[in-house]
């Protein structure tokens, strides 16, 4: 059973960083995509960025520039570095993992954005 852990989220200022984990089981690590989603109170759950088994990577355009997905295969975690953070990145941050047609959620870490 695939089980996914996300670490990291916590209150930050705006222009401040933070760095999320996801720590994964239960799978052959290489074989996922992984992405990070978010959730801010009443709005969609949307996707922040992925990566792919070869580490190719996709952002949605609001954070381009600012978040790097990783992935270290040695210790079978997905990071993502959030730089320059904004108000507007308070949200709930979900870790997915996908293969075929299994997919797989953490169980979200809290991203506070605020001065």
Known sequence: QVQLVESGGGLVQP??????????????FSLNVYSWYRQAPGKERELVASITPTA??????????????????????IYLQMNSLKPEDSAVYYCNARFRASVTWGQGTQVTVSS
Not at 56 to 77: E, Q
């Open 15 to 28: 222009g401040g960083s933070l760095r999320l984990s996801c720590a994964v089981s239960g799978t052959i």
């Open 56 to 77: 190719m990577t996709n952002y949605a355009d609001s954070v381009k520039g600012r978040f790097a997905i990783s992935r270290d295969n040695a210790k079978d975690t």
